[in-house]
């Protein structure tokens, strides 16, 4: 919420920082819903729907909201975009396989808070921007591809954890205590995560058959 009038305010760089902050919250309330015992307490409230329903909102409605709002999309395609980046999030959230046996998502799991706090600090123009939208749309809907989930899966986890904290300490310094978006150190950090990332997600794609799915790093 906190986000959404930031942006509708033309807030971008506060906004940013608001979908960072519920990334992390994102990574730590499973756990601790589960060392609390938060269902014996709760027993009628369904905890997967509501972190569904929290991420979807997050990571997908929000971010949206951001991309119209500050123009990252061209014009002529801004509602074509937006419209099959809800509709294929909202299929990918429904599936009931989404994560395989050793914790990777089966498709790009439709973290477009990332997408546009990337696009935004790297600058990259409205065209790049729709062509990066069209890919991970496709790639939303294709199980083949898998993702790496930074805190489940067990392969190079231990590279994976720090170096996803270090580029998001950048990303948010970049936006608030640099206050600017043309930090070159900033940039270099940002885009070696990103390379990383696919790069391992590109491995795990590769892996197949469904046999390979327990293997541990």
């Known amino acids: 919420m906190a986000s959404m009038v930031n942006i509708l305010n033309w807030q971008a760089e506060q906004a940013l920082v608001w979908l960072m902050v519920a990334k992390v919250i994102d990574g730590i309330d499973g756990p601790l819903a589960r060392y609390i015992n938060v269902q014996k307490y709760t027993p009628v409230i369904d905890g997967n729907a509501l972190d569904l ?3 979807y909102v997050t990571c ?4 949206i909201l951001f991309a119209v709002r500050f ?3 061209p014009e002529h395609l801004e509602m074509t975009l937006s419209i099959l980046v809800i509709m294929t999030s909202a299929i990918w959230f429904s599936r009931k396989d989404i994560e395989t046996k050793d914790l990777w998502f089966r498709g790009f799991p439709a973290e477009w808070n990332f997408v546009v706090t990337v696009l935004w600090l790297l600058n990259t123009t409205q065209p790049v921007n729709a062509l990066i ?3 991970f749309i496709v790639l939303t809907l294709m199980p083949s591809a898998k993702f790496a989930h930074i805190l489940g899966a067990p392969q190079f986890r231990r590279l994976t954890i720090p170096f996803t904290i270090t580029a998001m300490f ?3 310094s970049m936006t608030v ?6 930090n070159h150190i900033g940039k270099i950090i940002i885009v070696a995560w990103v390379v990383y990332y696919l790069t391992i997600s590109l491995w795990r794609s590769l892996m197949q058959p469904d046999e390979l799915e327990l293997l541990k790093s």
């Open 133 to 135: 939208f069209v890919v």
């Open 71 to 73: 123009n990252l999309l």
């Open 177 to 182: 205590v640099l206050h600017e978006r043309h």
């Open 170 to 172: 950048a990303m948010v």
């Open 60 to 63: 997908v409605v929000v971010p």
């Open 53 to 55: 329903i929290v991420d």
